[in-house]
């Protein structure tokens, strides 16, 4: 309980964003009176970093991105970041953020996010370029807490069978949505990229339609909790429940296909390809749903050295309507995997089967970082 301020303080330092490193040394030996004498040693970081990245995943194939950072802006540890990246999925992922860290106090910050995207899922694709504006606040030491203002411009495309059945012809080639969202974290769990204690909570509910012509209007919400528990050295289960739901408003027929909810792929219930589990078209092709529910069990477990294994059991569905969750409709997969540690986190090979599916095809993921 000493040293709680001090650790408080070593993150309000760090997330300046200013310094390479900050370490924080007590001098217990050295107190008087009640007194604690502290020694804070702190490295300023480059004024300007380049980080570039290559990975293949089954879902996203090869895929390479870039990350900009600029320091200290015009004063006051603002901070530019320019990120790129492309993929498969993400053929253009163009952002710019300017950040202004200790913006009222030392544990908030706000950050203008102008952006552009062009996404290839499934059943649809999809170009959105607008703006963010968002201010961030601690809460506590384990808990933060965000509101953001989100603009955008979004032209979809789809096939005619996915505009008849999912989106009842409403004009969807170019449309804006201005939406608020407030979110929610509070993460107990440790150590960063192989978690293996405690608990990670997360909720977050988004208003669509708040000015600006917005020609969406919805509400949507999402709740996220993961549990992480130590068996014995190496051993470790992990589990996790995601629920969400969304439904239209002010007499709006549908809510938008790249909003929806949608389940199945190496995040998800891996006996199903991406967005392949719910509601499909005529076509086949994913129109996703109002209502996810998704849980999942995983043992992980050492092999030798940096290899190691897992078995999972996961669950879940998308339905159509808001606030339903009929558990009989849930579909089940098991699987197992590997995983081999890198600085960066884990390379992760999973195969799994759907269960009581009759002949479905096994389904392989590879990526990197833990399922959850």
Excluded at 103 to 113: D, R, T, V
Excluded at 273 to 286: K, M, Q, T
Excluded at 303 to 313: A, E, P
């Amino acid at each position: 309980s000493t040293l709680f301020p001090y650790t408080t303080l070593f993150r309000s330092i760090y997330q300046l964003g200013v310094f390479q490193f900050v370490s924080i040394k007590v001098r217990t030996n050295a107190s008087h009176d009640h007194i604690l004498p502290v020694d804070i040693a702190v490295k300023e970081a480059p004024r300007l970093t380049t980080k570039l990245g290559v990975g293949y995943g089954r879902e996203e194939f090869l895929r390479f991105f870039v990350d900009v950072r600029l320091l200290n802006v015009a004063g006051g540890a603002r901070r530019i970041n320019f990120y790129a990246k492309h993929s498969a999925l993400e053929p253009y992922n163009l952002q710019l953020k300017l950040t202004q860290p200790a913006f009222i106090h030392p544990g908030a910050s706000l950050s203008l996010s102008p952006f552009y995207r062009s996404e290839k899922e499934p059943g649809f694709s999809i170009n959105r370029y607008g703006t963010d504006f968002s201010y961030q606040q601690r809460i506590s030491y384990y808990t933060d807490g965000s509101i953001s203002y989100t603009f955008e411009r979004d032209g979809l495309s789809v096939s005619q069978i996915t505009l008849e059945e999912a989106l009842k012809n409403k004009n969807i080639k170019l449309y804006n949505k201005s939406s608020f969202t407030i979110g929610l974290v509070n993460d107990h769990s440790y150590p960063i990229f192989q978690p293996q204690r405690g608990w990670f909570n997360a909720f977050t509910t988004t208003f669509t339609g708040v000015g600006l012509n917005s020609d969406f209007h919805f509400l949507r919400w999402i709740f996220e909790s993961r549990k992480y528990s130590k068996l014995m050295e190496g051993y470790v289960v992990a589990t996790r429940i995601k629920i969400g739901s969304m439904k239209p408003l002010y007499q709006d027929p549908v809510t938008p296909l790249e909003e929806r909810f949608y389940a199945g792929g190496s995040n998800s219930v891996r006996g199903w390809g991406r967005s392949r589990l719910g509601p499909l078209n005529a076509e086949n092709a994913p129109i996703g749903g109002n209502s996810l529910l998704e849980a999942s069990v995983e043992v992980r477990y050492p092999i030798y050295k940096l290899l190691s294994g897992v078995v999972f059991y996961d669950m879940g569905n998308v339905w159509k309507e808001y606030f339903t969750f009929p558990v009989q409709e849930l579909r089940y997969a098991s699987g197992g995997g590997l995983r081999f540690q890198t600085p960066i986190g884990p390379i992760r090979l999973d195969v799994a089967w759907p269960l009581g599916e009759g002949k479905r095809p096994l389904q392989l993921h590879i990526s990197i970082g833990q399922a959850f």
